[in-house]
Every structure is written in structure tokens, then in C-alpha cells.
């Protein structure tokens, strides 16, 4: 997206526009848990922009585009279900679970590592979330599809080199 220039006079960029404006006029006004929510909020908003002027791009020139957006699209509306598999994703998206392999593999990457660490970035950003330090940590697993706390735990140090709570405990500055 280097050297893209992205316009503010039309679709989403109309939107997103004034917003940034407001922003960095009140740069002084983000401090806080209110400041650090805003920020995360800031950065996902920038993601679905850059997102979706790529899924434009990319899905004019390529069909097989769009299917791997759609299924990538059901995943994260589906992340907290224990039941999401790659049979689910298949089934849900109209395709044999062969195809779905090999659109994953096209990528680089098996859909359950796919799943896996859609799953553990949903935890990490709950668990920096101020305003869920009060959510049990194994509440969090849960709500991402991690229905054993002790599993959750482990794969989750394992993707960060520390465990939920360490990462929480040094997102407050306990520890």
C-alpha cells in the first residue's frame, strides 16, 4: 500500500477522514485507559480501511481472492466457537474441505494455524484491553474458542513467550 493514495472524498475513506482529523487535533486528550482504547480502536479502524482497498483490488483481479476474504471474514465471526473446524469453515463457505486446504496452503499457512492465531490476537488484545482487566483470563480463552484454560495457556505462551497473565500483569505494571 506504499505510495497509494487513499482519498477522503469517497467510500469508507469519507468516513475515516474527518475522524483522523479530530484525532490528531485532540493528540493531547489520549492518555489513559480512555486514550489506549482509542488508540487500539484507531489501528482497527485503519486496518479495515487499508483492508478494504485491498480486498478491492485484489478481488477485481482475482475470484479466488474474494473466497479466501469470505472464508477469513466467516472465521472471525466464528471464533469463539469450539466447533469452528476446517469441516465447519468447508460447509459454511460451500466448498469440500480439500478447497479449503488448498486455498490455505496457497497462503502458506494450514487453516488451524490460521484459526489458532486469529484466535490467540483476539486473547492478546482483550488481555492489554484495560477495560477488561477485571475478565478472568480463562473468560477470555473461552469467548475465543479455548475451552481448557490450561490448553489456552500454553498455546498462548507458546505464539508470545508469556503467559496471559504475565502479559497482563505487565500491560497494568505489576510485574
Not at 34 to 46: E, F, I, K, Y
Not at 124 to 129: E, G, R, S, T, Y
Request: charged share 20%; glycine share 8%.
Amino acid at each position: 500500500m506504499t505510495a497509494v493514495r487513499l482519498g477522503g472524498d469517497a467510500g469508507l475513506g469519507r468516513i475515516v477522514s474527518p475522524f483522523l482529523s479530530q484525532l490528531v487535533a485532540g493528540l493531547d486528550d489520549l492518555s489513559g485507559p480512555a486514550g489506549t482504547r482509542l488508540v487500539h480502536n484507531t489501528v482497527d479502524l485503519l486496518q479495515t480501511l487499508l483492508t478494504n482497498e485491498l480486498d478491492v483490488t485484489r478481488t477485481a483481479a482475482s475470484p479466488h481472492w474474494a473466497l479466501l476474504q469470505q472464508i477469513r471474514d466467516h472465521i472471525d465471526e466464528h471464533l469463539g466457537s469450539p466447533g469452528l473446524s476446517p469441516s465447519s469453515i468447508a460447509t459454511a463457505n460451500f466448498i469440500s474441505t480439500r478447497r479449503l486446504h488448498n486455498v490455505f496452503l496457497e497462503q502458506g499457512m494450514t487453516v488451524s494455524a490460521y484459526v489458532r492465531s486469529r484466535r490467540l490476537e483476539r486473547c492478546h488484545q482483550d488481555l492489554v484491553d484495560p477495560a477488561q482487566r477485571y475478565t478472568p483470563v480463562a473468560v477470555i480463552g473461552a469467548r475465543s474458542g479455548f475451552t481448557d484454560a490450561a490448553h489456552f495457556s500454553l498455546t498462548f505462551k507458546a505464539a508470545h513467550t508469556e503467559s496471559p497473565a504475565a502479559l497482563r500483569r505487565r500491560g497494568r505494571g505489576d510485574g
